[in-house]
T-cell receptor, first 114, second 111 residues
Framework: NAGVTQTPKFRVLKTGQSMTLLCAQDMNHEYMYWYRQDPGMGLRLIHYSVGEGTTAKGEVPDGYNVSRLKKQNFLLGLESAAPSQTSVYFC????FGQGNYEQYFGPGTRLTVT | RKEVEQDPGPFNVPEGATVAFNCTYSNSASQSFFWYRQDCRKEPKLLMSVYSSGNEDGRFTAQLNRASQYISLLIRDSKLSDSATYLCVVVSSGSARQLTFGSGTQLTVLP
């Protein structure tokens, strides 16, 4: 049981390049989330999904797109990377159960845009 | 005003000390509250939930004051392994179970 995994772990992009971050979970969770974490800012929600085939915007969605074609995978895309997108990106998932709000996080992807 | 505010610290305490962290939240409709722990360059992990009646888990005690919109975490008999950043987390109403994170309080326990 791997939990939540993220690929890649590290990446350096040049301004204007595109990339996709992959998140996978093997816990059969309904909900999945993408966050970014910047110094002094805490984690901020980019996009989330409440089930296969559905996505929604979070607090800071601009410059990112997501897709959830399979229940276990949640992809985060950067179409044209900007230096402001330099950050640590965390994926998380959670179970649907009543009153259960615990989110399980992946190890993170450290992205630098030059 | 940030939705969840924490004192960023850092808190540097000797082993065995008692340390308390505070957190305030602005949305009075917030329903659930948690403390997460994040080790350096690692992912956040749930430490404990926070209930109105207060709850304790070993050396850790969490308290919630809904009237003052205030959450606290008390760590007794600090261990070196408690060194981490502690994140205050609030769940607002809604079906998407969105968590709002404070920016974290950094704790270093010194030998």
């Amino acid at each position: 049981n791997a939990g939540v995994t993220q690929t890649p772990k590290f990446r350096v992009l040049k301004t204007g390049q595109s990339m996709t971050l992959l998140c996978a979970q093997d816990m059969n969770h309904e909900y999945m989330y993408w966050y970014r974490q910047d110094p002094g800012m805490g984690l901020r929600l980019i996009h989330y999904s409440v089930g296969e085939g559905t996505t929604a915007k979070g607090e800071v969605p601009d410059g990112y797109n997501v897709s959830r074609l399979k229940k276990q995978n949640f992809l985060l895309g950067l179409e044209s990377a900007a230096p402001s997108q330099t950050s640590v990106y965390f994926c998380a998932s959670s179970y649907f159960g009543q009153g259960n709000y615990e989110q399980y996080f992946g190890p993170g992807t450290r992205l630098t845009v030059t | 005003r940030k939705e969840v505010e924490q004192d960023p610290g850092p808190f540097n305490v000797p082993e065995g000390a008692t340390v308390a962290f505070n957190c305030t939240y602005s949305n009075s409709a917030s329903q659930s509250f948690f403390w997460y722990r994040q080790d350096c360059r690692k992912e956040p992990k749930l430490l404990m939930s926070v209930y109105s009646s207060g709850n304790e888990d070993g050396r850790f005690t969490a308290q919630l004051n809904r009237a003052s919109q205030y959450i606290s975490l008390l760590i007794r008999d600090s261990k070196l392994s408690d060194s981490a950043t502690y994140l205050c987390v609030v769940v607002s109403s809604g079906s998407a179970r969105q968590l709002t994170f404070g920016s974290g309080t950094q704790l270093t326990v010194l030998p």
